[in-house]
């Protein structure tokens, strides 16, 4: 509205010593309010608290409970159940490939019977034309390769077996697990800030006698803070008002309006980030005439 506008022009009048007193008191103002909205929050009903304390001890029984201790436990686990529930087929499967790439017990030739048979007749052939010796190279490697893979896989087979009583106590952590994100987050590792964050309302909560006597001591002096640089800033207004007024009067005399009255009224208010001062500008541009807001 009008008297913040005219607020503001009055400091702008007033320069830089003006405008860092009310960054001053924009400062002192957000402090306050911060300690106001801490000691607000401490001060909800007892039964409340005590309430909530009750709800956050269970929570975090039951979370420590559940021993959560690394965020990717869930997806491993059910990799692991995967692989636990398809043992048989991960065997069949396993050795079938170790059979056709490097070890045939059927009597036919392996990938790596074929490619070591053309590996040595390239042998022989670039002999007579060295253009072949990078088919060869390549041929060689495909070998080394095959036969790799081939081993690999079957190490990977043999190593396999059952384990019923694995695989039961595997799906039954991976339900518990995905009953504590149901109810605490969509993954371990919401579900493990959560905890994180429910601990330190806790001790807040826990701690709430003296803090509230902290809390109390820090708002009575951000609001003596803030009182302070309010009344600075009234004072610094009131100075630069007066010789606004007087400015403004010396600029309206020649132009025959002597009997002009200006004037800059500061009524105190309620603190805010700009100060804790109504300013309205008032104008009688007539003798006789009553002192009335522009």
Not at 131 to 154: F, R, Y
Not at 262 to 268: E, R
Request: charged share 30%; aromatic share 6%.
């Amino acid at each position: 509205g009008k008297p913040a506008l005219q607020r503001e022009w009055l400091d702008l009048y007033g320069g830089s010593n003006t405008l860092r007193l009310r960054e001053r008191v924009g400062e002192a103002y957000m402090r306050a309010r911060e300690v106001q909205n801490a000691l607000q929050k401490r001060r909800q009903d007892s039964q409340q608290r005590l309430q909530r304390i009750d709800l956050l001890q269970y929570q975090i029984r039951e979370l420590q409970n559940a021993n959560l201790t690394d965020a990717g436990e869930l997806e491993a686990l059910q990799q692991e159940q995967q692989r636990l529930s398809h043992v048989v087929e991960l065997q069949h499967q396993s050795y079938g490939i170790c059979q056709a790439l490097y070890q045939n017990d059927k009597g036919e030739l392996a990938a790596a019977d074929l490619l070591s048979q053309a590996e040595m007749v390239l042998r022989d052939l670039v002999e007579y034309d060295s253009q072949l010796q990078p088919i060869l190279a390549m041929v060689e490697d495909a070998l080394a390769q095959v036969t790799e893979a081939g081993q690999q896989i079957g190490r990977y087979g043999e190593q396999l077996e059952s384990d019923p009583e694995r695989l039961q106590e595997v799906e039954d952590r991976i339900a518990d697990l995905k009953q504590i994100c149901r109810k605490y987050g969509q993954t371990l590792r919401e579900v493990m800030d959560y905890y994180n964050a429910i601990e330190q309302e806790l001790a807040q909560l826990e701690d709430g006698e003296n803090s509230l006597e902290t809390l109390e001591k820090a708002y009575f002096e951000a609001q003596g803070k803030l009182k302070q640089v309010c009344d600075l800033l009234r004072g610094e207004r009131e100075k630069i008002a007066r010789g606004l007024e007087t400015h403004l009067i010396a600029e309206l005399q020649p132009l025959a309006m002597d009997s002009v009255r200006f004037q800059v009224q500061i009524t105190p208010t309620s603190p805010s980030p700009m100060g804790a001062d109504q300013i309205q500008f008032c104008l009688s541009p007539n003798p006789g005439e009553p002192i009335k807001p522009l």
